[in-house]
Each structure stands twice: as structure tokens, then as C-alpha cells.
């Protein structure tokens, strides 16, 4: 697939990524903000194809960006399903397909407990698709006093700490200071 996606390749990919967690017991479920996600990029393609489904008038925004967030991860998770160290997100996995979605790309609340588990399983992803010996900290479990991802790249062992901004109040991004303080 090419960095371009099509509505079509986003709900292929979709129904494909439907099946890594059923190979694992698990299922998207019904009204979740994953299933909801997964059911905007169907009805993104129906209105792609029939021009008479399109309001002029509505907002899609929200629309695309669940529809490319679950592109970036329906298209890692299911090119790395048979990697070894796989069975290391599935509590992360469990998590997302319970009632998780994809909110790690947009602002969330300090009291928002599942984006940041969504956001380690995106950098779990990435450090799994360039090395091995992957181990990803339990997301019910962690105490958050070590890297919530470690692994081998190149020969060398990292770690990678996990960490969103975030803001109390939902409407209101994080200030620059904030930004640059964490960063620090």
C-alpha cells in the first residue's frame, strides 16, 4: 500500500484487521468507538461512490480522521499478526477492541485512561516493525515506573516512555509552555 489511501483500501483494510483480533478470541465491540470508527469508513466509501448520500451541509472531519487513525493501525496491526512478539499487545489490543478507540490524535483529557494505552500500542507497533524482543508494559498493570515499550533495534536495546499531552479542559489544547515542559 503507498502512503496514499483510498476509502476503498481504508475498509479493505478494515475487515482484514477485524480478523487479528478474532484469531485471538477477542471482537470489536458493537458501539465502541472502534466499532464506530470502523462503520464511518464503510459509510465514507458509500458516499465516495453515490454522490445522492452526501449532505453538503455536514460536517465529515471527524469522519476522516477516525478513518486515517484507524489506517495507520489497522495497516500495522495487521502486517505485523504474525510477528513473534505479537502476543505482547494483545492486552493492549484487548483494551482498544473493548471499547477503545483512537483518540491519540486529537486532545484528550488528564482523566482520559484509555488514549494513553493507544498511544503505547502505536509506538509498540513501530518498535515491532523495525526490531524484535519487543515487551510492552501491561496496560492494566503498569505502575508507570518503567518504559511502557522496550526493544531491539539495529543490536541496540531501547526503551520508549509513552507520553501524551493532555489538558484539563477539553475544549482548550495544552499551552506551548506545557508542550515545551514535557518535552524537557
Do not use: Y
Not at 25 to 48: F, I, W
Not at 97 to 106: E, K
Request: glycine content about 4%.
Amino acid at each position: 500500500m503507498s502512503d496514499f489511501v483510498s476509502f476503498e483500501d481504508i475498509h479493505a483494510l478494515v475487515d482484514e484487521f477485524k480478523k487479528v483480533p478474532a484469531e485471538h478470541g477477542l471482537a470489536v465491540q458493537p458501539g465502541s468507538e472502534l466499532d464506530v470508527a470502523c462503520d464511518a469508513t464503510a459509510a465514507l466509501l458509500l458516499k465516495h461512490w453515490d454522490e445522492l448520500l452526501r449532505d453538503p451541509h455536514e460536517d465529515i472531519r471527524n469522519d476522516f480522521r477516525n478513518a486515517l487513525a484507524l489506517a495507520a493501525f489497522t495497516r500495522k496491526i495487521v502486517k505485523l499478526r504474525n510477528h513473534p512478539d505479537f502476543d505482547q499487545l494483545l492486552p493492549h489490543v484487548r483494551t482498544m477492541v473493548a471499547g477503545g478507540g483512537l483518540a491519540f490524535n486529537r486532545w484528550s483529557s488528564t482523566l482520559d485512561k484509555v488514549t494513553p494505552k493507544t498511544f503505547e500500542l502505536l509506538i509498540a507497533l513501530a518498535a515491532m516493525d523495525k526490531g524484535r524482543n519487543v515487551m510492552v508494559d501491561d496496560p492494566n498493570r503498569s505502575k508507570g515506573d518503567n518504559p511502557d515499550v522496550i526493544a531491539t533495534i539495529d543490536g541496540i536495546r531501547w526503551g520508549f516512555a509513552c507520553k501524551l499531552l493532555n489538558t484539563f479542559d477539553d475544549k482548550s489544547p495544552p499551552k506551548p509552555k506545557t508542550v515545551f515542559n514535557n518535552l524537557i
